[in-house]
């Protein structure tokens, strides 16, 4: 994974467009600091359960291994003082995976390891495994689904290639044991994704040096399904997956191979859609090619499905951030959410962060955007249930130096939407700050 370059070009700067207003507005809370990041605060995960509450989570000062991971509970008023999370030595909040549902999920590199941590509540201490072969690193990724569980994948780097492995925990069930999910031959796997639905489907999608591949596990009969080839790629190093409740889904993704923060390769955008009763439509389709050879960035592509069953796919595109909706195996065309441009000197911290969806149907994109040569502020696409389009993107923060590693969930009990991200700038008084909205 690479570095944010914190210095944009000349023509970066002259193509970056300021947002209506300088501050967060209503419907948007005036975002604060939560208690005890200030000075210490890395990069945040805003995490909520289904019956249990909901924290934010952020390393403390320190380097990785080494830094302790701090927990604010979100309580009637917004963000506790931050303690300790026990359990969680070696927890990585900026470079590993999270989720949450009824359990709280941890998937990340640990030594020549990869380790799998179950919380089951904020304020529960951590359990953890040690999980897959002896690995020089592991792409991980995992995600939550309330009444159904958690799931993790990890893909490994072997000597020779690697593999990617599953692990499930099902309701308030410990952990399965590690599943082989890829073919038994060892090869390059440059990205995985994972979803699950409520009935305890997952689905898992890598590239395997060069082909989009998914299976599906089904929960029902606890088997998994045939892998699948998907398409041909030069390198797909971002990927996500989505899986609706009647095995509806998506699988996404970015062509481009970057090394070392360059590319010779203009990216383009692809996705494929599968209904509930007939596979996924081959040839994927393309969503985007880019003109030039900028690099999207942020989180760069992200696909699920609300509550009521509305495929959504978003991304950070060459001129804007944008999304398309998903109608069973039909994407639809493009709506730009704020004219964020990707970069040729490949800024990480600009464009899409999170998709995020409500019980009550609600969806929100959050993105980062640069205001200016020094500023940058957080924003937010909201999309009511049943709404035609998201509506216009709402500043949730402040213009500020560096903001980056926007988090977001929504609660589930009150369908407020938080978003939390991190304010490193000026160092003496770095934090993760938060704001709120009520929901779309």
Do not use: C
Not at 23 to 42: E, F
Not at 192 to 219: C, F, K, P, T
Not at 395 to 408: D, E, W
């Amino acid at each position: 994974m690479f570095l944010p370059k914190l210095l944009a070009s000349a023509a970066v700067v002259a193509a970056m467009i300021p947002v209506a207003s300088a501050n967060a507005a209503a419907p948007w809370s005036d975002p604060v600091a939560v208690p005890g990041s200030t000075g210490q605060g890395g990069a945040p995960q805003v995490l909520f359960t289904r019956t249990r509450g909901g924290a934010i989570a952020f390393n403390g000062a320190g380097s990785i291994p080494g830094a302790p991971l701090e927990r604010s509970l979100w309580g009637a008023n917004g963000a506790q003082p931050a303690t300790t999370w026990q359990g969680a030595p070696d927890f990585d909040t900026g470079f590993s995976a999270w989720a949450a549902g009824d359990r709280i999920m941890y998937v990340g590199p640990s030594g020549r390891r990869v380790k799998v941590g179950i919380a089951t509540g904020p304020q529960a201490t951590w359990t953890t495994t040690l999980r897959g072969p002896s690995t020089g690193g592991a792409r991980v990724a995992a995600t939550a689904v309330p009444h159904a569980g958690t799931a993790g994948v990890f893909a490994t780097f072997e000597g020779g290639g690697g593999h990617v492995y599953l692990v499930r925990q099902l309701g308030t069930h410990a952990p399965s044991s590690t599943q082989l999910v890829s073919g038994s031959k060892k090869a390059s796997i440059r990205s995985v994704a994972v979803a699950m639905n409520a009935s305890g489907d997952v689905l898992v999608a890598w590239d395997l040096h060069g082909e989009i591949q998914a299976r599906l596990w089904y929960g029902s009969s606890k088997h998994f399904g045939p892998i699948q080839n998907l398409a041909k790629v030069t390198g797909a190093l971002h990927l996500s997956v989505a899986l609706g409740s009647d095995r509806r889904a998506t699988v996404a993704w970015v062509d481009q191979l970057v090394s070392e923060g360059n590319t010779g390769q203009k990216a383009t955008v692809w996705a494929t859609s599968r209904s509930a009763s007939r596979g996924f439509l081959l040839p994927p389709k393309q969503l985007e090619a880019f003109p030039d050879t900028a690099i999207p960035a942020g989180s760069v592509i992200e696909a699920a499905y609300t509550s009521t069953g509305r495929g959504i796919i978003a991304w950070s595109g060459r001129t804007a951030v944008r999304a398309a909706f998903v109608n069973g195996r039909s994407i639809g065309t493009p709506q730009d959410l704020a004219p964020i441009p990707s970069s040729p000197d490949d800024i990480a911290a600009i464009g899409l962060a999170n998709l995020v969806v409500a019980p009550n149907g609600a969806a929100a994109v959050t993105m980062v955007a640069s205001v200016d040569a020094g500023n940058n502020q957080v924003l937010a696409a909201p999309l009511p249930d049943g709404a035609a389009a998201f509506g216009p993107a709402e500043p949730v923060s402040a213009p500020g130096q560096f903001l980056a590693n926007p988090s977001a969930a929504f609660d589930p009990v009150t369908n407020q939407l938080v978003v939390a991200w991190r304010a490193p700038q000026p160092a003496a008084t770095s934090s993760v700050q938060v704001a709120t909205r009520p929901s779309p």
